[in-house]
């Protein structure tokens, strides 16, 4: 498939309500999109990047910057998705620009053989359950309102945010209000140490499908030692950026469950290779979410589908994060999403709202035997 050149934009998506995590608060996002065009289609990519190198070293700034200067200009000028992987893989780090760049070209060739994503990754079933990740709160009433809110619009796992502090209470809150049918888990965001492990332990009484990434993402020797002061399933997320990574854990036991975030992992070949890994060795996964546009969405659905993630996913319904999304919305149905079927992602951006949201974008051209040249537009 030959790529004619590459659009980058940067969008503007402000929050409904303020996202806080152990590492910070989101009110809007900064969202950087790639755009593939060839001769016969154009594909879509979301760099899943923060505006700040808080969650991982990666911002929005950054992965533009690395995009222009590096990564588009090594791509060849005839390739498909598994070239893109090859022509980046010398370039250190950079796993999210990466994956916008390489999912923008699968995108664009699956478009071009009428080939969805969900169809091309394996996706084994129809519509995926869905589970929803509520922010560290100001105080337990106001969390337990928006747990309730989040049960009746129909998701059928709740993920709570925790960090020192905030951690036993409102578990403990949340299991007495709504039941012990409740599917419900914890995430960390790397927040304590191995000095937490009995404060940890305390979880162990609310019955909770896993704590996920309870310590430093470079630390799978302190995972495994946790792991077997716990009777909670640890799960593993920022520690996890390769297939490698995943087999590592899995032999130390530093986790028995992963959270498979494309983004994190330098895109969803990559992605659907740590899937096989752990199905391969009985380990359960699932989707995590980045607050997602459509466009990141879409693709995140489609790989939900496949047989291995046998735990609910953070793929929500556009609602929950944004009042507007750039394309058709996704729409909770009895706790579920539907795996879009249309050529490639399956959905596009609508354009008037597209623009809207847009602050910036700049073409750059692939010219077979010179450097890309970047043009301001």
């Known amino acids: 498939m030959k790529i004619n050149g590459i659009e980058l934009r940067r969008i503007a998506m402000p929050l409904r309500a303020p996202f806080r995590t152990s590492f910070g608060v989101e009110t809007a996002r900064d969202v950087l999109l790639v755009r593939v065009v060839t001769p016969d289609s154009e594909g879509w990519g979301e760099c899943v990047?923060?505006?700040?190198?808080?969650?991982?070293s990666e911002y929005v700034e950054g992965a533009a910057d690395v995009l222009r200067r590096f990564l588009v200009p090594a791509l060849p000028a005839v390739a498909d998705a598994c070239a893109v992987k090859r022509a980046l893989k010398p370039f250190k780090g950079h796993k999210m620009a990466k994956a916008a760049l390489e999912t923008a070209v699968l995108d664009a060739q699956l478009r071009t053989t009428g080939q969805s994503f969900g169809g091309f990754l394996g996706a084994g079933r129809e519509r995926v359950p869905c589970g929803v990740s509520v922010g560290i709160m100001d105080s337990i009433p106001e969390l337990l309102d928006s747990v309730g809110g989040f049960i009746d619009?129909?998701?059928?796992?709740?993920?709570?945010?925790?960090?020192?502090?905030w951690d036993i209470a409102p578990v403990r809150a949340v299991r007495e209000r709504f039941g012990d049918d409740l599917l419900l888990q914890v995430d960390a965001n790397a927040a304590y140490t191995l000095a937490d492990a009995r404060q940890l332990a305390k979880l162990d009484a609310f019955?909770?499908?896993?704590?996920?990434?309870?310590?430093?993402?470079?630390?799978?020797?302190?995972?495994?030692?946790?792991?077997?002061?716990?009777?909670?399933?640890?799960?593993?997320?920022e520690?996890?950026?390769?297939?490698?990574?995943?087999?590592?854990?899995?032999?130390?036991?530093?986790?028995?469950?992963?959270?498979?975030?494309?983004?994190?992992?330098?895109?969803?070949?990559?992605a659907k290779a740590i899937h096989d890994l752990c199905v391969a060795h009985g380990v359960p996964v699932w989707c995590g979410g980045m607050l997602e546009t459509g466009i990141g969405r879409a693709a995140n659905v489609a790989l939900a589908a496949l047989p291995g993630f046998t735990l609910p996913g953070d793929t929500s319904a556009s609602r929950r994060y944004f009042a507007t999304d750039i394309t058709e919305p996704f729409e909770l149905a009895d706790g579920h999403l539907a795996v879009p079927t249309g050529p490639g992602l399956g959905v596009e951006p609508v354009d008037e709202i597209l623009e809207r949201m847009t602050t910036a974008k700049e073409w750059i051209q692939l010219q077979r035997n010179s450097p890309a040249e970047l043009e301001g537009s």
């Open 239 to 270: 520690s996890i950026e390769s297939a490698e990574d995943a087999a590592a854990a899995i032999t130390l036991g530093a986790a028995s469950i992963i959270n498979i975030k494309p983004g994190r992992v330098g895109g969803y070949l990559e």
């Open 49 to 56: 990047a923060m505006s700040e190198p808080r969650y991982c």
């Open 207 to 237: 019955d909770l499908l896993l704590v996920e990434q309870p310590l430093a993402d470079d630390d799978l020797v302190q995972h495994a030692a946790l792991a077997k002061q716990l009777r909670t399933p640890v799960c593993l997320d």
């Open 153 to 165: 619009e129909g998701y059928v796992r709740i993920k709570l945010k925790i960090e020192p502090g």
